[in-house]
């Protein structure tokens, strides 16, 4: 059986499934170069690329009562190279009610399918999932043991805080729920203004970036100190729940969170100020999540922990989480929206096959390949000439295979450097156009990992999950990677991405150091490339000057003196 799912909120994709396992998970906002995007409709024009049918439909949206699937299968029964099922019952229950899965449901089903545990306690925490008769959640504790699923604990933002639904709201497989005539659910703890995914939002989007682009608020954060003038922003309560308290919802509702810091507003431009708010912003999410995976463990019979909800992304978060715990940890790589449809179309698989087997994600190259004719221009190359190159102090491009899936580049569309070189980050922060306190993170050979860095009783980090502490001795020698004695890492080996592998190991060989920084293949504001013409587009509007191209042994070097760095701009060439 071949499913399909389609997430069409933001960070819109579509998942592909076949035979319970996914063979293609696509990101709209790679398409359209437009980060968090919404409406998948270039990704599902790609569904032909990979199946010629499709025996059932699938359909996530956080407002799903607002919105209809139509559209969808309306034009995907427009490509005509694709046969679709000419019904989609699932969408809708006998009432004719629109069904959908609590969107923490789908976070939790994929991060554990994917964890490959028989049993664990699940945390799954973002800035807001489904909205409920009694409340938007934002965090909630499940359990699987001995074959069934319990959830332990759901934190929702109260019923005061959102506008009441005025119908009645379907909650797939429980029925409807009548807020007149049904209890509040045990589980439920109500807090007064919003999550700790939310506030972390608020912090950034008053340091006047996009609400979803927390990474840039944590990367700031490591140049902060406690500053006494800026209040506790998320403080623990009695009973384990979160007091969130200068932080409440905008008028919009779930789309915007305001800060009650009136007083600061003039202080917007203090770059001290700013680097403080990210530190308390930081500490305090640490705290928080140290508190509630401790809370779960301890309400759960596993000793098995799942992360998964936009906050997991949080890497310098989870590894403080490494110091003290006593379990076993699976943070999930694809954890922030993009990750519900994968959820869904394993949901929906179990649900019409009745099979539990599942393949567990065993990598994330599952975009469109490299499927392009070679640049004319392009030169043939080695592993070991490419090295020269970066060795000579110049940033390389790597493009090859199947695009890496969720917000991590790991070396199919990469920009790579030599990370002993000093001032490497002002270099390639420069090139990429980024503010100028971004870090970076670095790939290394596993069988080295251990060498260099304190994996917290981790045997691997294939995702860049985990901002790891870099070990004495080793900082002076990849500056460049080094940010608050912490780095961002992948590890590798051979069977994972032999070409990149290759690379690296030859790195290694000339210099002692098994590493080379990485870094998405995009500018400031544009997603990272996915095809060969986002690829060629990059390198002309910056100073990037080379393209590696493993497949074909060929680099391509373009030839640049200014910077023409023109953000976020949409290439339309590319759907001619």
Request: hydrophobic residues 35%.
């Amino acid at each position: 059986m071949i499913n399909l799912c389609i997430n069409a909120f933001h960070d819109a994709s579509i998942t592909l499934m076949e035979d319970g396992k996914v063979i293609a998970h696509l990101l709209e906002e790679r398409h359209k170069n437009m980060k968090h995007c919404t409406d998948p409709l270039i990704s599902l024009s790609k569904v032909i690329d990979y199946v010629d049918h499709i025996d059932l439909v699938s359909f996530t949206h956080l407002f799903p009562e607002h919105y209809s699937p139509q559209i969808y299968l309306t034009y995907l029964k427009h490509l005509s190279a694709v046969k679709v099922p000419t019904q989609c019952p699932q969408f809708m229950d006998v009432r004719g009610h629109l069904q959908h899965t609590c969107h923490h449901d789908l976070h939790a089903i994929c991060a554990f399918r994917n964890s490959g545990f028989e049993d664990a306690a699940i945390v799954i925490l973002d800035g807001a999932g489904s909205t409920h008769w009694y409340g938007k959640e934002n965090q909630t504790i499940y359990e699987v043991f001995d074959g069934s699923v319990t959830t332990l604990e759901k934190t929702i933002c109260g019923r005061g805080t959102y506008e009441e639904p005025t119908e009645k709201v379907l909650i797939a497989g429980q029925g409807v729920f009548d807020p007149n005539e049904q209890e509040l659910p045990e589980y439920i703890q109500e807090i007064a203004n919003v999550g700790a995914g939310f506030a972390y939002s608020a912090i950034t989007e008053w340091l006047g970036w996009h609400g979803l682009d927390c990474g840039k608020t944590m990367g700031l954060s490591t140049y902060g100190r406690n500053n006494c003038n800026i209040p506790c922003l998320l403080e623990p309560i009695q009973g384990g729940n979160v007091n969130f308290l200068p932080i409440t919802m905008g008028t919009r509702g779930i789309t915007q969170a305001t800060l009650l810091l009136g007083e600061f507003d003039d202080l917007k431009d203090d770059q001290q100020f700013r680097a403080d708010l990210a530190y308390r912003i930081q500490k305090d999410y640490e705290s928080y999540l140290i508190a509630t995976c401790e809370r779960a463990l301890s309400k759960s019979r596993s000793k098995n922990l799942v992360l998964s909800g936009g906050c997991a992304l949080n890497c310098v978060g989870n590894y403080k989480y490494l110091k003290d715990i006593d379990c076993n940890l699976f943070v999930e790589p694809i954890s922030h929206d993009a990750g519900v449809s994968i959820g869904m179309a394993m949901y929906e698989w179990r649900n019409h096959v009745g099979s539990m087997e599942i393949n567990p994600l065993r990598d994330l190259y599952l975009g469109p390949s490299r499927n392009h004719d070679v640049p004319l221009d392009a030169q043939p190359t080695t592993a070991n000439e490419v090295i020269d190159i970066i060795q000579n102090g110049k940033a390389v491009a790597i493009f090859q295979g199947r695009s890496e899936q969720g917000p991590r580049s790991l070396g199919n569309r990469s920009l790579l450097f030599d990370p002993t070189i000093a001032d490497a980050k002002d270099i390639v922060n420069r090139l990429k156009g980024r503010e100028p306190f971004r870090p970076f993170a670095g790939t290394i050979l596993l069988e080295h990992a251990h060498e260099w860095f304190d994996m917290r009783g981790m045997k691997d980090s294939p995702y860049m999950m985990y901002a790891v502490e870099v070990l004495d001795g080793k900082k002076d020698i990849i500056p460049s990677l080094v940010h608050d004695n912490t780095c961002r890492i992948q590890t590798l080996t051979r069977e994972q991405n032999e070409s990149y592998y290759d690379l690296i190991d030859e790195f290694y060989k000339r210099t002692g150091v098994p590493i080379l920084l990485n870094t998405s293949f995009n500018l400031s504001g544009d997603t990272i490339a996915e095809t060969i013409d986002d690829a060629i587009i990059t390198l002309k509007k910056s100073e990037i000057e080379y393209l590696y191209l493993p497949e074909c042994a060929k680099l391509l070097h373009v030839n640049t003196n200014t910077n023409v760095n023109t953000k976020g701009t949409i290439d339309y060439r590319r759907y001619r």
